[in-house]
């Protein structure tokens, strides 16, 4: 078999097989399934497994792109070098990065404010911008101390959020074993509502839920035999997110009406209690801030990575690709995305925010479906994993269609965040051109001076 690449990368090579499925699943997972259910049976009532099925297709569709294109390609910068290599266009791959980046960075410090705000506060009672600074602090000196040490508390912090989730599929057994809960609110739609609009509807939003398995390929030079784990760990992450979803689904209509779901703030904590079972509310305040944390960090990962991987495709200032000698970590682009998410977090209207994410990753999304059929030509020197064609061609048209339910303002928000990616890209060129015209002139002062005088 032949190497992964040619060029060995900078970065070190610590990620195995288990901790690349912990890290996708972690991210995954999230925080957004333990408000979700609430939300969703606005949409479907007590259907909430089907929307849930029907996004785990959507991404799994998606996914398969990224599965051909990193271990095709295995360098960091993710769906920014995929568009480079399909589009030779030096814009609309920094346009694809950027999108990403500022996907990743708003998310993060959206997350540090969940973090400090009312989950938080059934601990201590603390201002949350100035907490939200001094966690992402935190994520931040852990992103650079080591990838290895990255993952490892990862690792644990997911084990720990999907405790939760198993925590509400086993009360609700127990529940239902005991004659509780009631089983046919299942098929049950709101009055006066098609199903297929229901789901559809419904799916949209627990696309949402799936959304993080993308920030993946931008630490795929730190994972070992890419081409071999990479595949595996993606597909077994989210269909495991994706079963574990839908369980939980079914256990929330089963214990609970719609009605009642809808009313909570925090409807897993409503589903537990409505079993009886005796868990104390604080345990899922702090499971849930674990998840906040787990998200953050994995967020910041990426968003870093793939600063460091766009400086060395010379679409941002090289100073991002300098890495720490011992730790092997792309120190200045942990601390360059760790200030501008920390001064994020002074943002207003975390919903709009977050609405924007999904935008911008729509549009990532859309680029890597249509780079996997346009490099179907290109030949690399190793073996890597192959997607049925339909499966990209499906996958864009599903990104179409999230894409067309999305609010004006969103689009507006997103519209002027793209234009300011223009603008940085715009500015970033005129200095590159103006560093080569001072080397020319330059150069001809130099070779008269090495004359010899006569």
Not at 42 to 59: N, S
Not at 105 to 118: I, N, P, T, W
Not at 346 to 370: I, Q
């Amino acid at each position: 078999m032949t190497t992964e690449h040619k060029d060995p990368s900078r970065l070190r090579r610590a990620i195995t097989g288990p901790l690349l499925f912990a890290f996708i699943l972690g991210d995954v997972l999230g925080a957004g399934i333990y408000a979700l259910m609430g939300v969703l049976s606005a949409e479907v009532g007590g259907m909430l497994w089907a929307p849930l099925l029907v996004a785990l297709l959507l991404a799994l569709l998606t996914a398969g792109s990224y599965a051909e294109l990193v271990t095709k390609y295995p360098r960091a910068g993710g769906a920014s070098v995929f568009a480079e290599r399909a589009f030779h266009s030096r814009i609309v791959s920094f346009l694809v990065g950027f999108s990403m980046m500022a996907a990743g960075v708003v998310s993060a410090a959206g997350l540090a404010l969940a973090f400090a705000g009312e989950y938080l506060q059934t601990f201590f009672e603390l201002p949350a911008i100035p907490v939200a600074m001094i966690f992402l602090v935190i994520v931040g000196a852990l992103n650079a101390r080591g990838i290895r040490e990255s993952m490892g508390a990862n690792l644990v912090m997911t084990a720990i959020e999907l405790s939760g989730l198993v925590i509400v599929i086993v009360v609700v057994s127990v529940f239902v074993a005991g004659g509780g809960g009631d089983i046919s609110r299942v098929t049950e739609v709101p009055e006066d509502t098609a199903v297929g609009f229901a789901v559809l509807g419904g799916a949209i939003i627990a696309y949402y839920s799936f959304v993080g398995f993308e920030t993946s390929a931008n630490i795929i030079e730190e994972v070992k035999e890419p081409s071999k784990v990479y595949p595996k760990a993606l597909f077994a992450s989210l269909i495991t997110a994706g079963v574990v979803y839908v369980l939980v689904g079914l256990a929330s209509s089963i214990a609970l009406p719609a009605e009642e779901l809808q009313e909570s703030s925090g409807p897993l904590l409503a589903v537990v209690e409505a079993t009886g079972v005796a868990i104390p509310s604080w345990l899922f305040s702090l499971i849930a801030l674990i998840a906040v944390a787990n998200g953050a960090l994995l967020t910041m990962i990426m968003a870093s990575r793939l600063a460091y991987g766009m400086a060395e495709q010379q679409l941002l200032p090289g100073a991002l690709s300098r890495v720490l000698p011992r730790r092997k970590t792309p120190w200045v682009a942990i601390l360059t995305t760790t200030l501008v998410a920390m001064l994020l977090t002074l943002v207003g209207d975390l919903a709009t925010l977050a609405e924007t994410v999904v935008l911008l990753l729509l549009f990532v999304f859309m680029s890597a479906n249509v780079s996997v059929l346009v490099l179907r030509r290109d030949r690399v020197d190793h073996d890597h994993f192959r997607v049925w064609t339909f499966v990209p061609v499906l996958g864009i048209a599903s990104c179409i269609l999230l894409l067309t339910q999305q609010r004006p303002l969103v689009w507006l928000f997103g519209a002027i965040l793209l234009a300011v990616g223009v603008a940085l890209y715009l500015l970033a060129q005129w200095g590159r051109r103006h560093e080569k015209d001072s080397d020319a002139v330059s150069e001809p002062h130099a070779a008269e001076e090495d004359q010899p005088t006569r």
